[in-house]
């Protein structure tokens, strides 16, 4: 889509179909937020390391936060 001149639809297509991907309701908006830095990082880097390393960042951090509070609520 972006090389036939459609580059907003391919952008929010993709973003919006990774959030989806993800299966989860409640997370669609942020996730497609996610999605479009993501895609921005690329555009502007022309380097798919940049958007994975952010991904995985991203998910780390959100593990650690899943971990903290059930450690937190376990009352370790």
């Known amino acids: ?9 391919a952008l929010w ?3 919006l179909f990774f959030a989806v991907v993800h299966a989860n309701l409640a997370l669609i908006l942020p996730l497609t937020v996610l ?11 022309n380097n798919l390391l940049s958007p994975i390393i952010t991904h995985t960042l991203f998910n ?12 937190h609520h376990a009352g370790l």
Request: hydrophobic share 40%.
């Open 35 to 45: 999605a479009v830095i993501l895609t921005f990082l690329y555009e502007t880097t």
């Open 13 to 15: 297509g993709t973003s």
């Open 60 to 71: 780390g951090l959100n593990y650690s936060f899943l971990i903290w509070q059930k450690i």
């Open 1 to 9: 889509m972006k090389q036939n001149g459609y580059r907003k639809l």
